[in-house]
């Protein structure tokens, strides 16, 4: 019979920031190891992060057993519950191939023990995985710089700077971008290229960086 290594992990900022835990984890994996047919053994890591696989002794164990061949396949909920990190997850995958074990991401629908269909769930995962991570770290680096004083945004043209600020107070007050743009057009009033509003025309300058910067 199969055996599989049912890992779950969670660290403090987990627990506290998205109610993740332990046993909604195992749970999950348990159902799923069932209905494989798989005999399985919890393996709990509390406390750790995901941000790499260093400190990781429960999974450093885990993976020691299947080199071992004393279980066949690692399960996880999700990629980041074995690492945040795409290079070690893209390791994990190298080592499972090459000492002959298999991985399970339920939450992911990644799968290295489907035949022919692992390698595209892999590089879909992969792929998206290192897309949030970019997106997480250029929010964060945007703060950060914010909270030192930066600003963001296309540089408006002095001459278009009162009209920019109209069109603010104007949707601050409540008024449709629709009526926005037609009454600056029947006043005769240009967009900063010279052209007519529209609501998009609207719609984009009262969501852009710059608007945040001139509340």
Not at 52 to 72: F, I
Not at 83 to 89: I, L, Q, Y
């Amino acid at each position: 019979m199969t055996k599989a290594l049912l890992y779950c992990r969670v660290s403090t900022d987990d627990q506290v920031e998205n109610g993740v835990s332990l046993e909604a984890q195992e749970q999950a994996l348990a159902l799923e190891a069932m209905r494989r047919g798989y005999e399985f053994e919890v393996v709990r890591e509390e406390g750790k992060s995901g941000k790499s696989l260093e400190g990781r002794d429960k999974l450093a164990e885990a993976l020691d057993l299947l080199d071992k061949h004393k279980a066949d396949v690692l399960m996880a909920v999700r990629m980041d519950r074995l690492s945040r990190n795409v290079g070690d997850v893209a390791s994990l995958m190298a080592r499972s191939k090459k000492r002959g074990w298999g991985i399970i991401l339920s939450g992911d629908k990644l799968d290295t023990t489907a035949d022919g269909k692992f390698r595209t769930y892999l590089d879909a995962a992969l792929a998206e995985r290192e897309r949030d991570i970019i997106s997480v770290r250029t929010k964060e680096g945007m703060a950060e710089k914010k909270r030192q004083g930066a600003v963001f945004g296309r540089v408006v043209d002095p001459g278009f700077l009162p009209t920019y600020r109209r069109v603010l107070d104007m949707h601050r007050q409540g008024i449709s971008m629709n009526a926005i743009a037609r009454t600056l057009n029947d006043e005769g009033v240009p967009t900063a290229k010279g052209g007519k509003f529209y609501a998009s025309t609207i719609r984009a300058m009262v969501t852009s960086e710059t608007a945040r910067t001139l509340k």
